[in-house]
């Protein structure tokens, strides 16, 4: 799955675009289907969406939406969640994306996803990883959409 990929950084401090380098282990790229796919659950965590400068639910699809102090707990709940719902599933996925109509037509469908187990297990439990993190030092989660 490559393109519309959603950027989640480990912060030192927030709105990490002033020069600061980003390390390999600090930042996963997660694609857009999943965030779509998850995007419910997402709205219960409280974010900030930096362009509006206003708090909200849910991530700022195509901006930037910093997660911080007790909403990183809630995120990394529901990461867990996931993490523990996908340790069940079988080594190939298919999960039903959104509903998509081409341009005239009636007739549309629900777009599959369909995944490896192994290689989405890495990328959520490296989300994991650098969500507890950003728990454990105090600091924020910075969201790029797409």
């Known amino acids: 799955m490559a ?3 959603h950027r989640f950084i480990y912060c030192e401090k927030e709105n990490n675009n002033d020069g600061i380098e980003v390390l390999e282990d600090d930042y996963v790229d997660i ?6 796919y998850f995007s419910d659950f997402l709205n219960w965590v409280e974010m900030y969406n ?3 400068k206003e708090k909200m639910n849910g991530l700022c699809h195509y901006g930037i939406t910093i997660i911080k102090d007790d909403n990183i707990k809630k995120l990394a709940n529901i990461i867990n969640s996931m993490i523990n719902l996908f340790e069940n599933s079988p080594e190939n996925i298919t999960l039903t994306g959104m509903y998509t109509c081409t341009e005239g037509h009636t007739n549309g469908y629900y777009k599959k996803i369909n995944i490896e187990k192994e290689n989405f297990m890495k990328k959520i439990i490296k989300f994991r990883n650098i969500v507890e993190k950003a728990m454990k030092n105090e600091r924020c989660i910075e969201h790029h959409g797409i």
């Open 50 to 52: 930096l362009s509006k």
């Open 31 to 36: 694609h857009d289907d999943f965030i779509n």
């Open 3 to 5: 393109g519309l990929n």
